[in-house]
Nanobody
Framework: QVRFVESGGGLVQPGESLTLSCVASGITFSALTMAWYRQVPGKEQRELVAVITESGGTTYRTSSLQGRFSISRDNTKSTLYLQMNSLISEDTGVYYC????????WGQGTQVTVSD
């Protein structure tokens, strides 16, 4: 059974940092391209945030995200990370991890709120 458990979210002020974690099970984690997604307030669709390949290559949806976020993975722990720096209010949302190309199930996500 495929399962993703996200954690690490919280309420922070603009400019602060957070590190999200996602533990995956039921998949061959090390062989998969993985990604972080987020669902921002007012939008129904989750949007892609960052991608990491099996070999560690990374891409980000926008240049702004690339300059502030860092995706990484620990294949020995089947865990995906997202280091988020210089957070802005537009980063507020629920963050999810999943496979990049096939999403059959979603975890509960972790809430990130950036506010004064």
């Amino acid at each position: 059974q495929v399962r993703f458990v996200e954690s690490g979210g919280g309420l922070v002020q603009p400019g602060e940092s957070l590190t999200l974690s996602c533990v995956a099970s039921g998949i061959t984690f090390s062989a998969l391209t993985m990604a972080w997604y987020r669902q921002v307030p007012g939008k129904e669709q989750r949007e892609l945030v960052a991608v990491i390949t099996e070999s560690g290559g990374t891409t980000y949806r926008t240049s702004s995200l690339q300059g502030r976020f860092s995706i990484s993975r620990d294949n020995t722990k089947s865990t995906l990370y997202l280091q988020m720096n210089s957070l802005i209010s537009e980063d507020t949302g629920v963050y999810y991890c999943n496979r990049r190309f096939v999403q059959t199930t979603w975890g509960q996500g972790t809430q990130v709120t950036v506010s004064d």
